[in-house]
């Protein structure tokens, strides 16, 4: 029916970058929150940046002024961009839609996670 794809990930220095990618595809009638969430080995998952479908931003102290979270609604794409990457960065991060979609049933709306992309920040 519905599903999300992440690409981007990757091995990356210290200080440096890397761009996320998500595109969303199926029966979608409507894309609402678009969201990225990383989890570290040994912790929970944690929300590192959303945007509403109207383009309201939000993020955590923890990646406020490195990470950019944008959307293109017309590709049904969310996009992670982290600068200055830190060690502590390290997970891997996935992507998460709320989003309506035509079910064998009729309208369905629920949440919906991508199969996760690794990213390590090593020298």
């Known amino acids: 029916q519905v599903q999300l794809v992440e690409s981007g990930g990757g091995l990356v220095q210290p200080g440096g970058s890397l761009r996320l990618s998500c595109v969303a595809s199926g029966r979608i009638l409507s894309i609402n929150d678009m969201g990225w969430y990383r989890q570290a080995p040994g912790k929970s998952r944690e929300l590192v940046a959303s945007?509403?479908?109207?383009?309201?931003?939000n993020y955590p102290d923890s990646v406020k002024g490195r990470f950019t979270i944008s959307r293109d609604n017309a590709k049904n794409t969310v996009y992670l961009q982290m600068d200055s990457l830190k060690p502590e960065d390290t997970a891997v991060y996935y992507c998460n839609a709320d989003l309506a979609y035509s079910a064998t049933y009729g309208y369905a709306r629920r949440n919906f996670w991508g199969q996760g992309t690794q990213v390590t920040v090593s020298s």
């Open positions: 945007i509403t479908s109207g383009g309201r931003t």
